[in-house]
Nanobody, 120 residues
């Protein structure tokens, strides 16, 4: 089992910055890829950014050049640095962690979500 606890959300003006953190506990050594997702009211949850165990990153087109995902395996923590925030970035942000099971089966764990609100 893996538990994920997010922090760092809040209210910020357009153009501002926030850093989200997500600390893993439990069987955190088994975590491979991690990621950040977001869900705005009335919309589906979407991938914001992800990073593999090897450090390869992937970003949604809408956040490229503005957001940076990183991880500190010694602290069992992942981060999402968000800059040049826009009102359309307003959403609940969730961190995720993938744990390989057997074969190609992966179990994904989720954090509880943290609200990010960007005012215009």
């Amino acid at each position: 089992q893996v538990q994920l606890v997010e922090s760092g959300g809040g209210l910020v003006q357009a153009g501002g910055s926030l850093r989200l953190s997500c600390e893993a506990s439990g069987s955190s050594l088994s975590i491979n890829a991690v990621g950040w997702y977001r869900q705005a009211p009335g919309k589906q949850r979407e991938l914001v950014a992800s990073i593999t165990g090897g450090g390869s990153t992937n970003y949604a087109d809408s956040v490229k050049g503005r957001f940076t995902i990183s991880r500190d395996n010694r602290k069992n923590t992942m981060y999402l640095q968000m800059t040049s925030l826009r009102p359309e970035d307003t959403a609940v942000y969730y961190c995720s962690a993938d744990v390989p099971l057997r074969g190609n089966i992966v179990r994904r764990y989720w954090g509880q979500g943290t609200q990010v609100t960007v005012s215009s």
